[in-house]
């Protein structure tokens, strides 16, 4: 039963142009939702959270959306460069439990 | 700052084997945590502990144990490997709650045959 998905497995964009990443989740329990981006061999790290009584946050070229009545996330990266390119994973908590959807690759291209 | 640190990177395992990860973290963070990460299932919670000498289950915590005697580690040990388990394995950990966010290690990759 996953309670946080990722439906598009992998993305592909132009230098330059706008990378949207969606994330759907199930559980209405869910209070903080975060982004994690992960290169190859390497564990993933924090990029940006957004906490559920807020519907956007931004930080540089990173925002992350909040829909709460959709129960649906996206991360806008603007501009996209090819040092993005990564898999993003989107995760929800809830007290100490933290989901994790299963990622989606995102490749820039120069 | 090593941050977070898992031993070993890769591992064979034989069915029937066990072994245990290890994970420890020098940033004095209370809540640990371990993960497995699949292809399509993302990465999925083992166990997790709040604070030394308190641990809990996650989202697929059977055939793992796990114990914190220390704030600083947070092993995991495979009692019985099985076909099943072979994945990459992430601790995490951050300060406060899981709100936080976690700082990773890179991982221990563990194939059992």
């Known amino acids: 039963d996953q309670q946080v998905k990722q439906n598009s497995p992998s993305l592909s964009v132009q230098e330059g142009r706008i990378s949207i990443l969606n994330c759907d989740y199930t559980?209405?329990?869910?209070?903080?939702f975060l982004w994690y981006k992960k290169y190859p061999a390497e564990g993933p790290t924090f990029l940006i959270s957004?906490?559920?009584?807020?519907d956007k946050n931004e930080d540089g070229r990173f925002t992350v959306f909040l829909n709460k009545s959709a129960k649906h996330l996206s991360l806008h990266i603007v501009p996209s460069q090819p040092g993005d390119s990564a898999v993003y994973f989107c995760?929800?908590?809830?007290?100490?439990?933290?989901?994790f959807g299963a990622g989606t690759r995102l490749t820039v291209k120069p | 700052n090593a941050g977070v640190t898992q031993t070993p990177k890769f591992q064979v395992l034989k069915t029937g084997q066990s072994m245990t990860l290890q994970c420890a973290q020098d940033m004095n963070h209370e809540y640990m945590s371990w993960y497995r990460q699949d292809p399509g299932m993302g990465l999925r919670l083992i166990h997790y502990s709040v604070g030394a000498g308190i641990t809990d289950q996650g989202e697929v915590p059977n055939g793992y144990n796990v114990s914190r005697s220390t704030t600083e580690d947070f092993p995991l040990r495979l009692l019985s490997a099985a076909p099943s388990q072979t994945s990459v394995y992430f601790c995490?950990?951050?300060?406060?709650?899981?709100?936080?966010?976690?700082?990773f290690g890179n991982g221990t990759r563990l194939t059992v045959t």
């Open positions: 995490a950990s951050t300060f406060g709650t899981v709100n936080s966010p976690l700082h």
């Open positions: 559980n209405s329990m869910f209070d903080y």
């Open positions: 957004i906490s559920s009584i807020k």
């Open positions: 995760a929800a908590s809830a007290e100490n439990d933290m989901r």
